[in-house]
Each structure stands twice: as structure tokens, then as C-alpha cells.
């Protein structure tokens, strides 16, 4: 699956993972072709940019599609 002169989804996916982590966000990724779509609810607005913003900074990362809500409390 890995393609010639980039990482395989599976290996950018993890990284994504960890970048997510260290923020503390508790949301899910998927990865196809390079392409990542988070998902899951959020808390407040001002968790969307930097989750956004940790994904897309993984090298191989070719687009972030956002599908977050934001959970009222």
C-alpha cells in the first residue's frame, strides 16, 4: 500500500494519532490516499482550528476534511 516517495496511509494515520494525543483531542481520524477526515464531537469551537491545524502538519498529509460537531453542555 505505501506509495514510491511518501509514507503508507497506515504510517501517516499513527502520526496523525499522536498528534491528536498530545492536544488532549479525543477525536477520530481516517486516512485514504493521504487525505484525513476527523470526526467525533468537540466540546467547544476553538478545539475545530487546532485539531485541524495538528492533522494537516503531518508529513504525507495531502488534505484534512473536517465532519467535527460541537457537543453543547
Known sequence: MSRQGSESDT???KKVNQHL???SC???AA???GQVTLS???QYEN???PALK???SVEGVRGV???LKVTSR
Do not use: Y
Open 11 to 13: 504510517a501517516i494515520l
Open 21 to 23: 494525543t498530545r492536544m
Open 26 to 28: 479525543r477525536v477520530n
Open 31 to 33: 486516512i485514504h490516499n
Open 40 to 42: 467525533g464531537n468537540i
Open 47 to 49: 478545539q475545530r482550528r
Open 54 to 56: 495538528a492533522a494537516g
Open 65 to 67: 476534511s473536517d465532519q
